[in-house]
């Protein structure tokens, strides 16, 4: 009897002191969700580009009219349609043949707050949000 015991208490012994398996914990991924940008639509800007001034509104149904600026006032420049593709602020104007070009700009800006857009080529204009103008031409 008394093996019995010994091989009882030994089984035991080994059962408690065994090592179990750990389970490893699966790593965990903090991701940001993706930042919704805000649309142009219903928003006016000014910028420069090659020494000249320009204003841009972009009114609620997507249509832009860009114009310079001059020393007796504005004269108008361009106009097209603006559209948001995958986060993007699109042109494509009506005015020429150079096709649609994509800017991307910081998710949200403030009336007055000046940016860097920066197009799909590369290039970066810095632009300012304007109280919202109707241009015409």
Known sequence: MKKILVIAGAAMLSACGSPEAE??????????????????????WSFAMD????F????AEGNYLTNVMTDDGEE???????????GKHCFTSQMNE???????TPA????GDTVDAVSDSGDTLAITRQEYRKLEH
């Open 76 to 86: 108008h420049f361009d106009h097209g349609l603006y559209e948001m593709i995958d």
């Open 98 to 104: 150079d096709g649609q070009m994509c800017w991307t």
């Open 23 to 44: 389970q490893a914990e699966a790593p965990v991924t903090e991701t940001e969700a993706p930042v919704e940008v805000m649309p142009l639509l219903d928003t006016s």
């Open 56 to 59: 841009e509104s972009i009114d």
């Open 108 to 111: 949200e800006i403030a009336t």
């Open 51 to 54: 020494g000249t001034d320009y």
